[in-house]
């Protein structure tokens, strides 16, 4: 399955970030990032901040979290 969030997956490839490392910086484990990111489940306002800020400080809410392809 693909993510619905196509900018925020290909910037955590390219920048050779460990979904770990996110997963414990917004306090939920794995399985529940890889939920979020699926979007099964929602990320939450305070996780959106926290990722832009901690790890995509370049990028915009609005850009990392399109889930738009393209």
Same mark, same amino acid.
Request: hydrophobic fraction near 35%; glycine fraction near 8%; charge should be positive.
């Given at each position: ?8 997956? =290909?910037?955590?490839?390219?920048? =050779? ?9 917004? =306090? ?14 929602? *990320? ?10 901690? *790890? *995509? ?12 392809? =393209?």
């Amino acid at each position: 399955m693909d993510p619905i969030y196509p900018t925020l997956s =290909g910037e955590i490839s390219k920048r =050779g970030i460990k979904k770990r490392a996110i997963a414990n910086a917004i =306090g939920v484990s794995d399985r529940t990032l890889n939920n979020k990111m699926r979007g099964i489940t929602e *990320f939450t306002w305070p996780e959106v901040s926290k990722i832009r800020n901690t *790890f *995509f400080p370049d990028l915009s809410v609005d850009e990392l979290f399109n889930t738009e392809v =393209g």
